[in-house]
């Protein structure tokens, strides 16, 4: 990353960098890029892709609609029922 794009990045995002912290980004995202290139110099053809560093196993339960609660059962909680509806103030003259 250069000046100029690193400037651009602190106006786009409000940010008021000193000198020093420029320079310290600077540095960071020179190293950065030095390990990437080391890293692309590396033969990969034969490994494996990986996208997750620890093994992964979804376990997916069944979707199984279950009726935990019957409706007087829900309505035995309400402080006014009517007709199987909860009554509750009215919000809106």
């Given at each position: 990353?250069?000046?100029?794009?690193?400037?651009?990045?602190?106006k786009?995002?409000?940010?008021n960098?000193?000198?020093?912290?420029?320079?310290?980004l600077l540095?960071?995202f020179?190293?950065?890029?030095?390990?990437?290139?080391?890293l692309?110099?590396?033969?990969?053809?034969?490994?494996?892709?990986m996208?997750?560093?620890?093994?992964?196993?979804?376990?997916?339960r069944?979707?199984?609609?279950?009726?935990?609660?019957?409706?007087?059962?829900?309505?035995?909680?309400?402080?006014?029922?009517m007709?199987?509806y909860?009554q509750?103030?009215?919000?809106?003259?």
């Amino acid at each position: 990353m250069d000046i100029k794009t690193l400037e651009r990045l602190q106006k786009l995002n409000q940010l008021n960098l000193t000198e020093e912290e420029t320079d310290t980004l600077l540095g960071f995202f020179e190293t950065a890029e030095k390990d990437a290139e080391i890293l692309s110099t590396v033969n990969t053809e034969n490994v494996e892709r990986m996208v997750y560093v620890m093994p992964m196993t979804n376990i997916i339960r069944e979707d199984i609609a279950k009726k935990l609660f019957t409706r007087d059962q829900l309505q035995e909680q309400a402080p006014e029922a009517m007709d199987g509806y909860w009554q509750v103030p009215r919000t809106v003259d």
